[in-house]
């Protein structure tokens, strides 16, 4: 059984941290000695999709230079603002595949529940960058009527929590979805995408973790992490904390055009991912989203890094390199 921790009304440490992350543009700038002349684009972009990172993560950031890994994946850009042709609102087909509010049931035996559009970082590439997370989200009165409905098929084996960021709900509201999932007999595994354990290290508390001991064995935890400056001693030790549990640890990462499309960039990612217990999942090719063409990176160039990194890494730390099309039965591998 999952026990039930501290009482809703608390306000947990982590979410102190949270409230603190930094919203403001000039602020980030100031923060890492970064010129003005880049205010007024990221200030342009910012309203579009607000900027959100958390202290964390700007932590890992070089000062003073503006092509950092880590800040190119949070930091507005007037070039968001421009249009392009074939990147669009809905890239995936999300709004097609929804059974219900917040419930995408779009491959056989896997559903995937978003309870909140919250996130702890805003990725500037996001595909859901658009999507519409008021009305998408199945919230606590939405629930009960999702629950029936994977309680009713059968076929259902595994329930992805995603989002948004899953570890942003309270422990409380967390801990008592995943209890009521695993109580359905048909549900074998429970999965969670989250970015938290790697933006907001403070959000792996111990309430968490022994709330997550029970159904350790059952749990699949995918993480999205982009590039290995991002696993520091601080995400390395709770990384390791979820795995002492037992917890399956795996990673998604994007591809992403002057961020992580390089080899020795992505051999790092998967070595360093190595050492602190995950291995690499899938490499998606970015999603077509309005606004994040900058981050594109060409199919023959993917190819190309891909057959690169075959030979220099084992099979096992070799992440899939899939891209996501709509109205397919799966994620379509590009490179095998
Ligand atoms: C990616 C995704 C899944 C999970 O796909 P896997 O290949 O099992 O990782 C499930 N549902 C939706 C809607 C997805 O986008
Ligand atoms: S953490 Fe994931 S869902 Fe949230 S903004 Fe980043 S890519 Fe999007």
Redesign the pocket.
Known sequence: MITRTAPTWQIENWQKALARAIRDPAELLRRLELPDTLLPGAQRAADLFPLRVTESFLSRMEKGNPADPLLRQVLPLHTETEASPGFGIDP?G?LA?TALPGL?H??QG???LMTTGACAIHCRYCFRRHYPYGEGCAGQSELAAVLAHIAADSTISEV?LSGGDPLSLTNNRLLDLLSRLDRIPHIQRLRIHTRLPVVLPERIDDNLLNGLADPADRLVVVLHINHANEIDPTVAAKLGELRRLGITLLNQAVLLSGINDDLTALKTLSERLFSVGVLPY?LHQLDRVQGAHHFHVEKDAAMALMAALRRELPGYLLPRLVE?ISGAD??RPLFY
């Open positions: 995936v999300d595949a995408l779009k491959y896997r559903v995937l992805i899938y996501e799966a994620k």
